[in-house]
């Protein structure tokens, strides 16, 4: 785990991100205090499966339902 400013950070940044693709983690320091934490991304897990929640989720008759008048006014 690396250390860096601000400063130091705005001025490597391709470094740090090299550093971070790498697996290493890299946190960004304002003065000595910790603000934020470079880490890798990660691979995306599996693909996008089309159906794979068919049956699982459930649109009431209410959706089509008109809306009341109160609620059209602010569509407006």
């Known amino acids: 785990m690396s250390i860096f400013t601000i400063h130091q950070a705005k001025t490597n940044l391709s470094r740090l991100i090299e550093k971070a693709s790498e697996g290493e983690e890299v946190i960004i320091a304002r003065g000595s205090k ?3 934490r470079v880490v890798p991304v990660g691979e995306v897990k599996g693909k996008r499966q089309p159906g794979s929640l068919k049956g699982k989720l459930r649109v009431g008759p209410e959706f089509f339902e008109p809306l ?3 609620e059209l006014s602010t569509w407006e």
């Open 34 to 36: 910790p603000v934020a």
């Open 68 to 70: 009341p008048i109160s």
